[in-house]
């Protein structure tokens, strides 16, 4: 039987389990694995300036393409704490994640040694399984274990903690003849599937509603099938956008509070049946369930069971992944049609494009300062439908939602649950290493960009190009925005006179200049009309010189954007909306006066 370090097993479990890049900081605790990483070969690693920053870019990485699963390493005590956010973002979008962490030595792991932190407690809450390996011999095992629970049921995240004696210790191990474990998803029957459907059948105005599961399970081209079999329109969720290109004609837009097309919202409201797939009813999703649920019909599928009922009581639930729960839908749907016992659902369909064309924001404006719907409306002009966008959490991510164009599954990678600020640069340099032939476009804004804006240098160091978009307010828009609730506009503003910059007048940070600092490019744009020349600039660098490039747009300091604090029937639209066909120039559908 070949020997090893045990740090040398759990790498050679790492490439047969189909890891082919990780990212980290190296340390004191962990270095044992480290020259195990280097001693094996065939992982690539990213060097980070941060450790959350690592632990988000693994999830941009998991999130670009199916199967994948990112790596993030860290040493022992604060490495450990810094991760924290990232399984918790990990874990709220079912999205699976190794961390591994080092840890001080077993004989004193208890005794206040330095940097000795119980990680694995810590993590508990936000993993699927966290665990600190006081035996050599058990390392195989928890890796196997790690890959088989990432993959089996609802993904997540695992923590696996090295202490460094365990690193050390020579096991017996053959790589040669390891094996993966199967992964368990449970899966809908004939039965329920047929069930669901004559449930379906008889309503007269049904949705889908096509959630992040469906993209975890690989099966939006199942679900685009099933509606075009049965002519039943698609409302994506936010973690879901993409399943359905947003110019088919089932799109009938996303609904919510926050992040959804005023179509969206007016076409879920005049549904009698919802059929929800791979979806988790988030709450800026429903807003107040008796809005949200009266007079409608539901059926939940989803691949946890305990999901199920857990917002609100469906009217009939699956337990079931996505993918094999879509196929029976597939087939079901199939078999009535060549029947003649679908009904025909062209006239509702119809209606919801309808109303996608009546009901717009406005987003041309040429307002200078400008105001944010137009860096939208210009990004939709200058980034195609092979584009994937990056964003977390602000003003810039509502407004993004309610205005970009997305085309294809994985071309929204949006931190949904979690919503971390300085997420996007970490998460956008996942994404760009994971697919760097397609063009990666990322949006922040100010305190978003600033929150982890020293990973730009990881770009620039390991040439990963991707464009930036940061629209700047001086702000913190989105609290700014609800404050108003409260009659206050407190610690919220982030103007300031810099010394150094009396040109930027009060919108304080040299964005530019940091930027250029860390080894990237950066444009400044101050009027609307330059804005698509500053894209077409910002390609160009990022092609020559495979780094990073920034483009800000210096907005007007306050903009409301259109929400609700409370229920879909209600939101707030702050800003004039289109009335004519040249307001919403980059709209799917030409505005219908």
Same mark, same amino acid.
């Given at each position: 039987?070949?020997?090893?370090?045990?740090?040398?097993?759990?790498?050679?479990?790492?490439?047969?389990?189909?890891?082919?890049?990780?990212?980290?900081?190296? +340390?004191?605790?962990?270095?044992?694995?480290?020259?195990?990483?280097?001693?094996?070969?065939?992982?690539?690693?990213?060097?980070?300036?941060?450790?959350?920053?690592?632990?988000?870019?693994?999830?941009?990485?998991?999130?670009?393409?199916?199967?994948?699963?990112?790596?993030?390493?860290?040493?022992?005590?604060?490495?450990?704490?810094?991760?924290?956010?990232?399984?918790?973002?990990?874990? +709220?979008?079912?999205?699976?994640?190794?961390?591994?962490?080092?840890?001080?030595?077993?004989?004193?792991?208890?005794?206040?040694?330095?940097?000795?932190?119980?990680?694995?407690?810590?993590?508990?809450?936000?993993?699927?399984?966290?665990?600190?390996?006081?035996?050599? %011999?058990?390392?195989?095992?928890?890796?196997?274990?790690?890959?088989?629970?990432?993959?089996?049921?609802?993904?997540?995240?695992?923590?696996?903690?090295?202490?460094?004696?365990?690193?050390?210790?020579?096991?017996?191990?053959?790589?040669?003849?390891?094996?993966?474990?199967?992964?368990?998803?449970?899966?809908?029957?004939?039965?329920?599937?047929?069930?669901?459907?004559?449930?379906?059948?008889?309503?007269?105005?049904?949705?889908?509603?096509?959630?992040?599961?469906?993209?975890?399970?690989?099966?939006?081209?199942?679900?685009?099938?099933?509606?075009?079999?049965?002519?039943?329109?698609?409302?994506?969720?936010?973690?879901?956008?993409?399943?359905?290109?947003?110019?088919?004609?089932?799109?009938?837009?996303?609904?919510?509070?926050?992040?959804?097309?005023?179509?969206?919202?007016?076409?879920?409201?005049?549904?009698?049946?919802?059929? +929800?797939?791979?979806?988790?009813?988030?709450?800026?999703?429903?807003?107040?369930?008796?809005?949200?649920?009266?007079?409608?019909?539901?059926?939940?599928?989803?691949?946890?069971?305990?999901?199920?009922?857990?917002?609100?009581?469906?009217?009939?639930?699956?337990?079931?992944?996505?993918?094999?729960?879509?196929?029976?839908?597939?087939?079901?749907?199939?078999?009535?049609?060549? %029947?003649?016992?679908?009904?025909?659902?062209?006239?509702?369909?119809?209606?919801?494009?309808?109303?996608?064309?009546?009901?717009?924001?406005?987003?041309?404006?040429?307002?200078?300062?400008?105001?944010?719907?137009?860096?939208?409306?210009?990004?939709?002009?200058?980034?195609?439908?092979?584009?994937?966008?990056?964003?977390?959490?602000?003003?810039?991510?509502?407004?993004?939602?309610?205005?970009?164009?997305?085309?294809?599954?994985?071309?929204?990678?949006?931190?949904?649950?979690?919503?971390?600020?300085?997420?996007?640069?970490?998460?956008?340099?996942?994404?760009?290493?994971?697919?760097?032939?397609?063009?990666?476009?990322?949006?922040?804004?100010?305190?978003?960009?600033?929150?982890?804006?020293?990973?730009?240098?990881?770009?620039?160091?390991?040439?990963?190009?991707?464009?930036?978009?940061?629209?700047?307010?001086?702000?913190?828009?989105?609290?700014?925005?609800?404050?108003?609730?409260?009659?206050?506009?407190?610690? =919220?503003?982030?103007?300031?006179?810099?010394?150094?910059?009396?040109?930027?007048? =009060?919108?304080?940070?040299?964005?530019?200049?940091?930027?250029?600092?860390?080894?990237?490019?950066?444009?400044?744009?101050?009027?609307?009309?330059?804005?698509?020349?500053?894209?077409?600039?910002?390609?160009?660098?990022?092609?020559?010189?495979?780094?990073?490039?920034?483009?800000?747009?210096?907005?007007?300091?306050?903009?409301?954007?259109?929400?609700?604090?409370?229920?879909?029937?209600?939101?707030?639209?702050?800003?004039?909306?289109?009335?004519?066909?040249?307001?919403?120039?980059?709209?799917?559908?030409?505005?219908?006066?």
């Amino acid at each position: 039987m070949p020997r090893m370090t045990a740090a040398r097993a759990a790498v050679e479990i790492l490439k047969r389990e189909g890891v082919a890049h990780a990212f980290g900081v190296p +340390g004191a605790a962990i270095n044992p694995f480290y020259a195990a990483l280097k001693g094996a070969g065939g992982i690539d690693h990213t060097l980070a300036r941060h450790v959350e920053g690592a632990s988000h870019m693994a999830e941009g990485y998991t999130r670009t393409h199916p199967g994948n699963i990112g790596v993030c390493i860290g040493t022992s005590g604060p490495a450990g704490t810094d991760m924290i956010t990232g399984l918790y973002s990990a874990i +709220g979008d079912s999205i699976p994640i190794l961390c591994i962490t080092g840890q001080a030595p077993t004989a004193v792991i208890l005794k206040e040694d330095f940097q000795a932190v119980d990680i694995a407690s810590i993590a508990k809450p936000v993993t699927k399984a966290a665990t600190t390996v006081m035996e050599a %011999a058990q390392v195989p095992g928890v890796f196997q274990q790690a890959f088989h629970l990432m993959r089996s049921g609802r993904p997540g995240p695992v923590l696996i903690d090295l202490p460094i004696d365990v690193q050390l210790t020579e096991i017996d191990f053959d790589p040669e003849t390891y094996e993966p474990l199967p992964a368990f998803k449970p899966a809908a029957t004939r039965a329920q599937i047929e069930k669901a459907v004559t449930l379906l059948n008889a309503s007269e105005r049904p949705l889908i509603v096509a959630g992040g599961g469906i993209i975890n399970a690989d099966a939006s081209e199942l679900l685009v099938e099933f509606a075009e079999l049965t002519g039943i329109p698609v409302v994506p969720t936010l973690m879901g956008w993409g399943i359905v290109a947003d110019d088919h004609e089932l799109n009938a837009g996303m609904v919510g509070l926050q992040t959804s097309h005023r179509y969206g919202n007016a076409n879920f409201l005049e549904s009698d049946f919802v059929l +929800g797939i791979g979806n988790r009813w988030a709450n800026r999703h429903t807003g107040k369930l008796d809005v949200y649920t009266q007079g409608r019909t539901f059926v939940h599928v989803d691949i946890e069971p305990t999901q199920i009922g857990k917002i609100f009581a469906p009217d009939y639930g699956i337990a079931s992944d996505a993918k094999a729960a879509l196929e029976l839908f597939v087939e079901v749907a199939g078999e009535l049609k060549a %029947a003649g016992k679908l009904p025909d659902r062209s006239a509702w369909a119809a209606s919801t494009q309808e109303r996608k064309a009546q009901l717009q924001r406005r987003t041309h404006f040429d307002n200078v300062p400008m105001k944010p719907q137009r860096v939208y409306e210009e990004m939709n002009k200058a980034f195609g439908p092979e584009t994937r966008y990056v964003t977390t959490i602000g003003l810039s991510q509502i407004a993004g939602a309610q205005m970009l164009h997305v085309y294809k599954p994985r071309h929204w990678i949006n931190c949904g649950q979690a919503g971390p600020l300085g997420w996007t640069i970490p998460a956008a340099l996942g994404v760009a290493t994971a697919d760097p032939e397609t063009p990666v476009v990322a949006l922040s804004g100010d305190y978003d960009f600033q929150f982890m804006l020293e990973e730009l240098a990881v770009g620039a160091q390991h040439k990963i190009p991707y464009i930036h978009v940061l629209v700047n307010n001086a702000y913190l828009g989105l609290i700014r925005q609800a404050q108003r609730n409260l009659d206050i506009n407190f610690q =919220v503003n982030l103007e300031f006179e810099n010394i150094n910059a009396p040109e930027l007048g =009060v919108y304080g940070v040299d964005h530019v200049k940091v930027a250029e600092g860390l080894g990237c490019k950066a444009i400044r744009v101050t009027d609307p009309s330059g804005l698509g020349a500053a894209f077409e600039e910002a390609k160009k660098l990022a092609a020559e010189h495979r780094v990073p490039v920034v483009v800000e747009a210096i907005l007007e300091r306050i903009t409301n954007i259109s929400m609700s604090g409370s229920d879909i029937a209600s939101v707030n639209e702050w800003e004039d909306l289109a009335t004519e066909p040249g307001h919403a120039p980059t709209a799917i559908k030409p505005l219908k006066v």
